[in-house]
C-alpha cells in the first residue's frame, strides 16, 4: 500500500466516526513531503478539514510549537495534557499532518501520542512523517507515537544526486563564490544580504556574482537568497575546514548581535562555541534565558546559563550570582544539579547575609535527596546565624526559611523526626507567624507532626488552612516549605479549601507559561483526588505524569504520590512502572517505604502472599526505624491484615487491623478511622463487625473521602440485607465518577453476603489452600468447608474456584480502567 493509499483508507474510516494515524517514514529525500501534500489536496476535494504542522530543529525547546501550529490557539489553550484533543474533538471531520515529527519539541510529541491514542474515538486522521537515520527519529517520545499508528509506510528514496558530485563541484568553484557559499551556510536561515556580505567579506558586486553564478547551477536561490535544498547546504559545510568553520561561526554570532538579532537567536550559536567571547555573551546569554523562562522553556534556559559560566571566572561574586540563576532555572526540571550549584555558590562568598540568601533558595525535597556535605552546609549557616542572632527582619527571615529547609531535611531523614518531634511540644503554639518566612517553617512543623502523628489532626488542620489562607497560590509554591501543607491537609481528611487553591495555583501556572511547575501542582491535585476517593481520575492523571516525565526524572515528592495511587488503586501498569524507578532511589527513606509497599502488592497479585506479606513487614519496620506513624499515609497494616487473614493467621490479622485502628483514632482524622473500622468490621464476625461497620458509616459520613464511605454503606448493605444502604452506596460511588462499582452494587444481592466463616473459607481458598488444609486450620470436617465454598459460589454468582477472584474484588473496590490486581480487592482480571 502506498502512503497516499493509506492515507485514502484512513479517510474512508474516519467518514465512519473511527480515526487513526498513518505513519510516513523513509531515508532523507524519499519524498514524505510529497505524499503529505498529495493527502491535503485529497482531503481539501472530501471537503475535509486540514492542519498542518511541520517540526523544526532550532525550535524543538519551545514547548507545544508544533501545537501551537496546528490549533492557532493561544498557549494557555493548548499548554494542557488534553488540550489538542479537545481541539481535535471539537473539529469534526479532519486530516492532521505532522511534516519532519523527529524535529518537533517534546511537550507537543507527547500532546500526539496522547491525542494519537484516541483517535479510534473521534473522525480524525492523523499523518505524521518520520525521517529515518536521523538521530531523534528514535527518541522515545517519537517511537510512542509511532506504536499508535494503524499504517506505517516505508517510502522508498527516489534517485539522487550523488552527493560526492555536488561536493566535487563546490570545490570546484573559485575562492570569491566559495566565501559567499560558506558564510550562507553558517547563517542559515538568515537571509540579509548585507550580513552574508560583511561574513564572506565580499563587496556587493562580488557577492551578487557568487549568488547570480550558484542559481544558474540551480544550488541557490539568489532572490532570497538561500540554498534549494538542505543537501546543498550540508554539501557546502562538508567543503568547509575545521578552522574556518569555527572562525566563521565566532565572527557570525558577533555580527548578529551588533545587527540586533533577538538575543534567543544569539544565545543560540553561542551555544555552538566553546571558548569566551566576552562580557557581552553572558548579558545575552542572561537575557535570552529568561526570555525562555517566560516562554515555558526551562530547559532552554538552563543552557544557555550553563553556557554562560563558561565567560565568568572559576571563582567570584559574579560567578556565584550566575550559579543561583541557574539554580532558578533548574530547580523545576533537575533539581540536584539546582542543590550543587546552590551549594557551589555558597561556598564563594563570604558575607553571612550572602550566604544566608542562597540557603534559603534551596527547595525543600532537593535538600532530602542531595548529599550530605550539602546538608551539612545549610545546617552550618543555619547555625551560624543562630550565633550572631540577626536583630534586622531580612535576616531574621532568611534564617526562619533556612530554619524550615533544615528541619524539612531532617524530619525526612533517618531518626531525623524524633529529635524533629522532640522541639513541637504535646500541642500546636497558639501564636500565628505574621510572615511568608514564619509560616514555611510553621509548615514544616505540621507536616513533622502529621507524619509522626504528635498532634491530633483536628489541630493540624486547623491551622494549616490558616496557612493555606494566607498564603498566595503562586505556581513556585512548590518549590517553597509550602508545599507540604498539601500533604498535611489530605492527611488530616481536610481538601475542600485546597483543591480550590490548587485550582487557582494551576492557572497562574498555565497563564505564566511555568510548565515545570505543571507537573509538581498536578502531582497535588492528584494527591488530593485520591484522599476525595476519586481513584478513576487520580489515576488516570497519575499515569499520564509518569508516561511524560523529563529527561531528569520525577521529584521524589511526585513518586511518592504516583506509588499512593498505585497503592491504593493497585493499577498493574503504574506498579510495574514505578517499581524499578523507586528501585533506583531507595537511598531516599519515603522512596525506600514506597518501593516495599508495592512489592508487597506485587508480590499479592502474582499470588505469592508470603513474598507480599515480607515486603510489607519490611516497609512496617522501616517506618518504625524513621518514626513515621501516620496510618493515613502508610496504611500497611491494613493490606498486611488482609494477607495473614488469607493464609488462615486470624489472631495476626485481627491484631495488626486493631493496631491501624488504634493509630487512626490516635490521628483522628475521619478517613482514617472509617477506612479503619471497616477492615476490623469486615474481619469481625457477628453483631460485633455489623456495629463496627455502621460505626464507619457514620464516621466516614463526615469525611472528604467520599469512596469510602460507599465502600461502608456497601459492606453495610450487603451484610444486613439493606437495600438503603446499597443504594445509597451506589449513588455515592456515582458522585466518585467509579461507574463499574456502580454496575456491580446494582447487580448486588442485598442480604445474601457472605457469612463470616464463608469470606474465611473463600480467602483462604483464595490463598491456594486445598479443602483439607483449610479444614486443619478452621478445625472442621471437609464436608463443612464444602459446604461454604457451595454456598459461597452459590452467593457470589460463580462456577467454582476459578470465579472467586473477580467475584470477591468486584463487592471489595472499584475496578480500575486498566487491568489490575484480583486478589487484592481492587478489580477484575
Same mark, same amino acid.
Given at each position: 500500500?502506498?502512503?497516499?493509499?493509506?492515507?485514502?483508507?484512513?479517510? $474512508?474510516?474516519?467518514?465512519?466516526?473511527?480515526?487513526? *494515524?498513518?505513519?510516513?517514514?523513509?531515508?532523507?529525500?524519499?519524498?514524505?513531503?510529497?505524499?503529505?501534500?498529495? /493527502?491535503?489536496?485529497?482531503?481539501?476535494?472530501?471537503?475535509?478539514?486540514?492542519?498542518?504542522?511541520?517540526? %523544526?530543529?532550532?525550535?524543538?525547546?519551545?514547548?507545544?510549537?508544533?501545537?501551537?501550529?496546528?490549533?492557532?490557539?493561544? =498557549?494557555?489553550?493548548?499548554?494542557?495534557?488534553?488540550?489538542?484533543?479537545?481541539?481535535?474533538?471539537?473539529?469534526?471531520?479532519?486530516?492532521?499532518?505532522?511534516?519532519?515529527?523527529?524535529?518537533?519539541?517534546?511537550?507537543?510529541?507527547?500532546?500526539?501520542?496522547?491525542? /494519537?491514542?484516541?483517535?479510534?474515538?473521534?473522525?480524525?486522521?492523523?499523518?505524521?512523517?518520520?525521517?529515518? +537515520?536521523?538521530?531523534?527519529?528514535?527518541?522515545? *517520545?517519537?517511537?510512542?507515537?509511532?506504536?499508535?499508528?494503524?499504517?506505517?509506510? #516505508?517510502?522508498?528514496?527516489?534517485?539522487?544526486?550523488?552527493?560526492?558530485?555536488?561536493?566535487?563541484?563546490?570545490?570546484?568553484?573559485?575562492?570569491?563564490?566559495?566565501?559567499?557559499?560558506?558564510?550562507?551556510?553558517?547563517?542559515?536561515?538568515?537571509?540579509?544580504?548585507?550580513?552574508?556580505?560583511?561574513?564572506?567579506?565580499?563587496?556587493?558586486?562580488?557577492?551578487?556574482?557568487?549568488?547570480?553564478?550558484?542559481?544558474?547551477?540551480?544550488?541557490?536561490?539568489?532572490?532570497?537568497?538561500?540554498?534549494?535544498?538542505?543537501?546543498?547546504?550540508?554539501?557546502?559545510?562538508?567543503?568547509?575546514?575545521?578552522?574556518?568553520?569555527?572562525?566563521?561561526?565566532?565572527? %557570525?554570532?558577533?555580527?548578529?548581535?551588533?545587527?540586533?538579532?533577538?538575543? +534567543?537567536?544569539?544565545?543560540?550559536?553561542?551555544?555552538?562555541?566553546?571558548?569566551?567571547?566576552?562580557?557581552?555573551?553572558?548579558?545575552?546569554?542572561?537575557?535570552?534565558?529568561?526570555?525562555?523562562?517566560?516562554?515555558?522553556?526551562?530547559?532552554? /534556559?538552563?543552557?544557555?546559563?550553563?553556557?554562560?559560566?563558561?565567560? $565568568?571566572?572559576?571563582?567570584?561574586?559574579?560567578?556565584?550570582?550566575?550559579?543561583?540563576?541557574?539554580?532558578?532555572?533548574?530547580?523545576?526540571?533537575?533539581? %540536584?544539579?539546582?542543590?550543587?550549584?546552590?551549594?557551589?555558590?555558597?561556598?564563594?562568598?563570604?558575607?553571612?547575609?550572602?550566604?544566608?540568601?542562597?540557603?534559603?533558595?534551596?527547595? =525543600?525535597? %532537593?535538600?532530602?535527596?542531595?548529599?550530605?556535605?550539602?546538608? @551539612?552546609?545549610?545546617?552550618?549557616?543555619?547555625?551560624?546565624?543562630?550565633?550572631?542572632?540577626?536583630?534586622?527582619?531580612?535576616?531574621?527571615?532568611?534564617?526562619?526559611?533556612?530554619?524550615?529547609?533544615?528541619? &524539612?531535611?531532617?524530619?525526612?531523614?533517618?531518626?531525623?523526626?524524633?529529635?524533629?518531634?522532640?522541639?513541637?511540644? @504535646?500541642?500546636?503554639?497558639?501564636?500565628? =507567624?505574621?510572615?511568608?518566612?514564619?509560616? @514555611?517553617?510553621?509548615?514544616?512543623?505540621?507536616?513533622?507532626?502529621?507524619?509522626?502523628?504528635?498532634?491530633?489532626?483536628?489541630?493540624?488542620?486547623?491551622?494549616?488552612?490558616?496557612?493555606? #489562607?494566607?498564603?498566595?497560590?503562586?505556581?513556585?509554591?512548590?518549590?517553597?516549605?509550602? #508545599?507540604?501543607?498539601?500533604?498535611?491537609?489530605?492527611?488530616?481528611?481536610?481538601?475542600?479549601?485546597?483543591?480550590?487553591?490548587?485550582?487557582?495555583?494551576?492557572?497562574?501556572?498555565?497563564?505564566?507559561?511555568?510548565?515545570? @511547575?505543571?507537573?509538581?501542582?498536578?502531582?497535588?491535585?492528584?494527591?488530593?483526588?485520591?484522599?476525595? +476517593?476519586?481513584?478513576?481520575?487520580?489515576?488516570?492523571?497519575?499515569?499520564?505524569?509518569?508516561?511524560?516525565?523529563?529527561?531528569?526524572?520525577?521529584?521524589?515528592?511526585?513518586?511518592?504520590?504516583?506509588?499512593?495511587?498505585?497503592?491504593?488503586?493497585?493499577?498493574?501498569?503504574?506498579?510495574?512502572?514505578?517499581?524499578? *524507578?523507586?528501585?533506583?532511589?531507595?537511598?531516599?527513606?519515603?522512596?525506600?517505604?514506597?518501593?516495599?509497599?508495592?512489592?508487597? #502488592?506485587?508480590?499479592?497479585?502474582?499470588?505469592?502472599?508470603?513474598?507480599?506479606?515480607? &515486603?510489607?513487614?519490611?516497609?512496617?519496620?522501616?517506618?518504625?526505624?524513621?518514626?513515621?506513624?501516620?496510618?493515613?499515609?502508610?496504611?500497611?497494616?491494613?493490606?498486611?491484615? $488482609?494477607?495473614?487473614?488469607?493464609?488462615?493467621?486470624?489472631?495476626?490479622?485481627?491484631?495488626?487491623?486493631?493496631?491501624? &485502628?488504634?493509630?487512626?483514632?490516635?490521628?483522628?482524622?475521619?478517613?482514617?478511622?472509617?477506612?479503619?473500622?471497616?477492615?476490623?468490621?469486615?474481619?469481625?464476625?457477628?453483631?460485633?463487625?455489623?456495629?463496627?461497620?455502621?460505626?464507619?458509616?457514620?464516621? *466516614?459520613?463526615?469525611?472528604?473521602?467520599?469512596?469510602?464511605?460507599?465502600?461502608?454503606?456497601?459492606?453495610?448493605?450487603?451484610?444486613?440485607?439493606?437495600?438503603?444502604?446499597?443504594?445509597?452506596?451506589?449513588?455515592?460511588?456515582?458522585?466518585?465518577?467509579?461507574?463499574?462499582?456502580?454496575?456491580?452494587?446494582?447487580?448486588?444481592?442485598?442480604?445474601?453476603?457472605?457469612?463470616?466463616?464463608?469470606? $474465611?473459607?473463600?480467602?483462604?481458598?483464595?490463598?491456594?489452600?486445598?479443602?483439607?488444609?483449610?479444614?486443619?486450620?478452621?478445625?472442621?470436617?471437609?464436608?463443612?468447608?464444602?459446604?461454604?465454598?457451595?454456598?459461597?459460589?452459590?452467593?457470589?454468582?460463580?462456577?467454582?474456584?476459578?470465579?472467586? =477472584?473477580?467475584?470477591?474484588?468486584?463487592?471489595?473496590?472499584?475496578?480500575?480502567?486498566?487491568?489490575?490486581?484480583?486478589?487484592?480487592?481492587?478489580?477484575?482480571?
Amino acid at each position: 500500500m502506498t502512503g497516499l493509499e493509506a492515507v485514502a483508507t484512513a479517510l $474512508r474510516l474516519a467518514r465512519s466516526g473511527t480515526g487513526s *494515524l498513518v505513519v510516513l517514514r523513509g531515508p532523507l529525500g524519499c519524498g514524505r513531503s510529497a505524499v503529505l501534500k498529495d /493527502a491535503k489536496r485529497l482531503a481539501e476535494s472530501q471537503d475535509v478539514r486540514v492542519m498542518r504542522a511541520t517540526g %523544526a530543529r532550532r525550535e524543538r525547546d519551545f514547548p507545544f510549537g508544533v501545537v501551537h501550529q496546528l490549533t492557532g490557539g493561544e =498557549p494557555s489553550g493548548t499548554a494542557r495534557p488534553d488540550g489538542l484533543h479537545d481541539v481535535l474533538v471539537a473539529a469534526g471531520l479532519a486530516l492532521i499532518t505532522v511534516d519532519d515529527l523527529q524535529d518537533a519539541d517534546e511537550e507537543s510529541l507527547r500532546a500526539l501520542a496522547r491525542s /494519537a491514542h484516541r483517535l479510534d474515538r473521534i473522525p480524525v486522521v492523523m499523518v505524521v512523517c518520520v525521517r529515518d +537515520g536521523d538521530v531523534w527519529s528514535s527518541s522515545p *517520545l517519537v517511537e510512542q507515537v509511532i506504536r499508535q499508528a494503524a499504517h506505517v509506510v #516505508a517510502l522508498q528514496r527516489p534517485l539522487l544526486v550523488e552527493s560526492s558530485r555536488l561536493v566535487a563541484c563546490l570545490r570546484a568553484q573559485p575562492p570569491p563564490v566559495r566565501s559567499v557559499l560558506d558564510a550562507m551556510a553558517i547563517l542559515g536561515d538568515d537571509t540579509d544580504v548585507e550580513l552574508i556580505m560583511s561574513l564572506a567579506g565580499a563587496d556587493e558586486v562580488g557577492c551578487t556574482a557568487a549568488l547570480r553564478a550558484m542559481d544558474r547551477l540551480g544550488l541557490v536561490d539568489r532572490s532570497v537568497p538561500r540554498f534549494v535544498h538542505r543537501l546543498v547546504r550540508e554539501a557546502v559545510e562538508e567543503t568547509m575546514a575545521p578552522a574556518d568553520r569555527v572562525r566563521l561561526e565566532t565572527r %557570525a554570532v558577533r555580527l548578529l548581535h551588533d545587527a540586533g538579532r533577538p538575543a +534567543g537567536v544569539v544565545a543560540g550559536r553561542l551555544l555552538d562555541i566553546t571558548f569566551p567571547q566576552g562580557p557581552w555573551a553572558v548579558e545575552v546569554l542572561r537575557t535570552a534565558a529568561a526570555s525562555a523562562m517566560e516562554h515555558g522553556a526551562p530547559l532552554v /534556559a538552563v543552557e544557555y546559563l550553563r553556557r554562560a559560566l563558561l565567560e $565568568r571566572p572559576q571563582t567570584g561574586w559574579r560567578r556565584a550570582a550566575l550559579l543561583v540563576e541557574l539554580a532558578a532555572a533548574e530547580r523545576g526540571v533537575d533539581r %540536584a544539579a539546582a542543590a550543587v550549584h546552590l551549594s557551589v555558590a555558597a561556598r564563594m562568598v563570604t558575607a553571612t547575609r550572602e550566604r544566608a540568601a542562597i540557603a534559603a533558595r534551596f527547595v =525543600p525535597g %532537593a535538600l532530602v535527596e542531595a548529599p550530605p556535605a550539602v546538608r @551539612e552546609l545549610v545546617q552550618g549557616i543555619e547555625d551560624e546565624l543562630r550565633v550572631t542572632r540577626p536583630h534586622d527582619d531580612v535576616l531574621g527571615d532568611l534564617a526562619l526559611r533556612i530554619e524550615a529547609r533544615s528541619h &524539612h531535611a531532617e524530619c525526612m531523614a533517618p531518626d531525623g523526626v524524633v529529635r524533629c518531634v522532640d522541639r513541637l511540644g @504535646e500541642r500546636p503554639d497558639e501564636t500565628f =507567624p505574621t510572615t511568608s518566612a514564619g509560616r @514555611e517553617l510553621l509548615s514544616v512543623r505540621l507536616h513533622c507532626a502529621t507524619i509522626a502523628t504528635t498532634w491530633r489532626a483536628g489541630d493540624v488542620a486547623a491551622i494549616s488552612q490558616r496557612l493555606l #489562607a494566607q498564603a498566595p497560590p503562586q505556581p513556585d509554591h512548590v518549590h517553597t516549605p509550602i #508545599a507540604t501543607l498539601v500533604t498535611t491537609l489530605c492527611a488530616a481528611d481536610s481538601v475542600d479549601a485546597l483543591s480550590i487553591w490548587l485550582h487557582s495555583a494551576m492557572e497562574r501556572s498555565l497563564a505564566a507559561n511555568a510548565v515545570a @511547575e505543571q507537573v509538581l501542582i498536578e502531582a497535588e491535585q492528584v494527591l488530593v483526588l485520591l484522599h476525595r +476517593g476519586r481513584f478513576a481520575a487520580a489515576r488516570s492523571i497519575a499515569a499520564s505524569i509518569l508516561a511524560t516525565a523529563g529527561p531528569h526524572g520525577l521529584a521524589s515528592e511526585v513518586l511518592v504520590t504516583l506509588a499512593s495511587v498505585a497503592w491504593e488503586t493497585r493499577d498493574d501498569h503504574l506498579v510495574s512502572r514505578l517499581v524499578p *524507578l523507586l528501585k533506583e532511589q531507595t537511598h531516599i527513606p519515603a522512596l525506600s517505604v514506597a518501593h516495599q509497599m508495592l512489592c508487597g #502488592a506485587a508480590g499479592v497479585a502474582a499470588m505469592d502472599l508470603h513474598t507480599g506479606l515480607a &515486603h510489607l513487614r519490611d516497609a512496617g519496620s522501616r517506618l518504625r526505624d524513621l518514626g513515621w506513624r501516620n496510618p493515613v499515609l502508610y496504611p500497611w497494616r491494613s493490606e498486611a491484615a $488482609r494477607i495473614l487473614w488469607r493464609l488462615g493467621d486470624v489472631a495476626a490479622a485481627l491484631e495488626l487491623a486493631e493496631e491501624q &485502628h488504634a493509630l487512626a483514632v490516635e490521628w483522628g482524622s475521619a478517613a482514617g478511622v472509617g477506612k479503619a473500622l471497616c477492615h476490623l468490621g469486615s474481619m469481625t464476625e457477628g453483631d460485633a463487625g455489623v456495629a463496627m461497620l455502621r460505626q464507619a458509616v457514620s464516621v *466516614l459520613d463526615d469525611s472528604a473521602n467520599r469512596f469510602e464511605l460507599a465502600r461502608a454503606l456497601w459492606r453495610v448493605g450487603t451484610r444486613t440485607g439493606d437495600r438503603h444502604c446499597v443504594e445509597r452506596a451506589s449513588a455515592v460511588a456515582v458522585e466518585c465518577g467509579e461507574s463499574p462499582l456502580v454496575a456491580r452494587v446494582e447487580q448486588g444481592d442485598g442480604g445474601r453476603d457472605l457469612t463470616g466463616a464463608q469470606q $474465611r473459607v473463600v480467602e483462604l481458598a483464595l490463598a491456594g489452600r486445598s479443602n483439607q488444609e483449610i479444614a486443619d486450620l478452621m478445625q472442621v470436617g471437609v464436608r463443612v468447608v464444602e459446604k461454604h465454598l457451595t454456598n459461597a459460589y452459590r452467593k457470589l454468582g460463580v462456577q467454582g474456584r476459578g470465579g472467586l =477472584p473477580a467475584a470477591l474484588s468486584a463487592i471489595e473496590t472499584p475496578p480500575p480502567v486498566r487491568t489490575v490486581f484480583v486478589d487484592v480487592s481492587y478489580g477484575n482480571k
